[in-house]
């Protein structure tokens, strides 16, 4: 896309101060009228969703959702380029909901507020929700620009992932700097409520080999240590020695300070261009690293699974001694019950590595009990849900 089309979808930073706002309150019905496109939150863990959906049944709704109401069919089409070039989507305006308001057609979509809508839901499902209507700030016709500017300085109120935050931060910079290539990072970073060391992290992060992103993703890793890895990597490392070095953070669940230093030190060894012991007997230690590795593994296996053993152990001797009555029973909660199915599930999948070691009989014993635990938790869950 040339810069200037780019730059005439995007609209001028100007115009946001233009736009006109204005406080609604929308029949809670008409929620559905809100077109919720790709936005920088991707999670949205039902737990954190549970805790706001009280707060707002017991205070109400502090902070209104923000829309973006755009009227005719080209400014809504403009939009969407947007969002599209942005996220590498592809939604057409047949695949958006639109509404009449004072007889002319308008196009809904979401700027920032999707945890409050999801929580605003989950009330009405459970029929906590008391109130008829819904407070929204519409924003009328506003350009996409102004819309993405306005999107990331509400999520610097609310907590996003910081490795979602980073991805969408670097995706918007990429799009403004591709209409704008003399845009420097920290000309960015003030537009969006940023620092732009934050931006400059961000960069660096996506630019890191798409393995390395999902152990983030997954927790397997901190976003720190994930940094320290794009050092190496535009210091010159190799992707698949960053995965040996994620591999190595993982084993010795390294800190991002101690990875700071491990990273360091390797970088002015090897700037130094000397040769040392590590470079002359390289086979001989990767061998010794790799039995090291096991034992470390092993020792931090041991350690930390005694620890959740005692855990059980001492909710086994409540029950035993009628201290945990059935009703009082925390597997009637559906926190611990998905966790439980999340272990179950985490555990089949070891088993698959598990039976190379076991006999067919014990292999077969621990796919049982597995599938029995299961079994039971779903139900307990489906209740727990139920009530």
Known sequence: MEHEKLLALLGGQDTFDKTSFEQISLPVGELATINVLPQPRKTFPDEEVEVLMWN???????????????????????YIAVINKLWG????????????????????????????????????????????????????????????????????????????????????FG???????????????????????????????????????????EGKISYGVALELAR?????????????????????????????KQVSAYIEHQKSGQQSLMDIFQDEMARGERIRERELVASNMSRVLWDEIKYWQTILQLYEKGMLPNEDSPFLAKGPLRLILALVDTLEKLNE????????????????????????????LERATRE
């Open 353 to 380: 590595h598990l039976k190379k070691l076991l006999s067919p009989e014990d292999e077969k014993r621990v796919r049982e009990v597995l599938a029995e635990t299961k079994v039971r938790a779903e139900h307990l």
């Open 56 to 78: 707002i049944v017991q205070s109400g709704l502090l902070n209104p959702i923000i829309v973006a109401e755009l009227q005719g069919r080209e400014n809504c089409e403009r």
């Open 175 to 217: 799009l403004i700097r591709e209409a704008d290539p003399k845009l420097s990072q920290s000309a960015f970073a003030k537009h969006i409520g940023r620092s732009a060391e934050m931006v400059s992290h961000s960069v660096r992060f996506v630019g890191l080999p798409p393995d390395i992103q999902v152990l983030v993703e």
């Open 89 to 172: 989507a592809n939604f057409a305006i047949a695949d958006l909901h639109s509404t009449i308001r004072d007889r002319k057609r308008v196009w809904r979509i979401l700027i920032a507020g999707e945890r409050r809508m999801r929580a605003i839901r989950m009330a009405r499902r459970r029929h906590v929700y008391r109130e008829e209507t819904v407070k929204i700030s519409i924003a009328k016709n506003i350009d996409p620009f102004p819309a993405l500017l306005l999107q990331w300085q509400e999520n610097n109120h609310e907590r996003v992932p910081v490795h979602e935050d980073a991805r969408a931060t670097a995706l918007l």
């Open 232 to 260: 190496l990597g535009t210091f010159g490392v190799a992707p698949q020695d960053l995965l040996s070095w994620a591999r190595k953070a993982i084993i010795e669940r390294v800190s991002v300070e101690k990875f700071n």
